[in-house]
T-cell receptor, first 113, second 109 residues
Framework: QQQVKQSPQSLIVQKGGISIINCAYE??????FPWYQQFPGKGPALLIA?????SEKKEGRFTISFNKSAKQFSLHIMDSQPGDSATYFC????????????FGRGTSLIVHP | DAGITQSPRHKVTETGTPVTLRCHQT?????MYWYRQDPGHGLRLIHY???????DKGEVSDGYSVSRSKTEDFLLTLESATSSQTSVYFC????????FGPGTRLLVL
């Protein structure tokens, strides 16, 4: 049973465009929602994260939008650049001593120059 | 970067042979994890540890065992490697936020 569903599987965007990746979760106990960025040949690295007490978090060109009632969260990359080409994973976890995250299956983003 | 190293970084082995992958951290994190990454499946948790000698299974633990005798080291063993275990293996540490190592690319022939 996939607890975090990520879409799309792949995304092609022109330089300067907006990239949008969506995730939906099922477990209402989740309280931490990070996004990871992975370049080829490297391990994933934290990009940005949000907790459900806020509806949006922005860091530079990257924004997480969170909809608690719909159990959805999304990553928006504004002014997408070729250097943003990577695989992006959403994840969800719950605290209280159990930190095991559940990952989405990933989105391969290609930004054409 | 979090101080996480994995060894070896690349390995080719034959079906039926035992393989051990090592993860070493210098961050003194309590939680350590082993994942495998395969196309179309994302990151799947194999085993994790929440302290020395405290380990538990993840969603794809069959065919794998782990050991953690020191805080800084977490070993993943494939007792008898199979071709289906060809994958990229990542170690991670952390609680909530995960910090990943550079990965080990394993090919089982």
């Amino acid at each position: 049973q996939q607890q975090v569903k990520q879409s799309p599987q792949s995304l092609i965007v022109q330089k300067g465009g907006i990239s949008i990746i969506n995730c939906a979760y099922e477990n209402t106990a989740f309280d931490y929602f990070p996004w990871y960025q992975q370049f080829p040949g490297k391990g994933p690295a934290l990009l940005i994260a949000i907790r459900p007490d806020v509806s949006e978090k922005k860091e530079g060109r990257f924004t997480i939008s969170f909809n608690k009632s719909a159990k959805q969260f999304s990553l928006h990359i504004m002014d997408s650049q070729p250097g943003d080409s990577a695989t992006y994973f959403c994840a969800a976890s719950k605290g209280g001593g159990s930190y095991i995250p559940t990952f989405g299956r990933g989105t391969s983003l290609i930004v054409h120059p | 970067d979090a101080g996480i190293t994995q060894s070896p970084r690349h390995k080719v082995t034959e079906t039926g042979t035992p393989v051990t992958l090592r993860c070493h951290q210098t961050e003194n994190h309590r939680y350590m994890y082993w994942y495998r990454q395969d196309p179309g499946h994302g990151l799947r948790l194999i085993h994790y540890s929440y302290g020395v000698k405290d380990t538990d299974k993840g969603e794809v633990s069959d065919g794998y065992s782990v050991s953690r005798s020191k805080t800084e080291d977490f070993l993943l063993t494939l007792e008898s490697a199979t071709s289906s275990q060809t994958s990229v293996y990542f170690c991670a540490i952390g609680e909530g936020t995960q910090y990943f190592g550079p990965g080990t690319r394993l090919l089982v022939l």
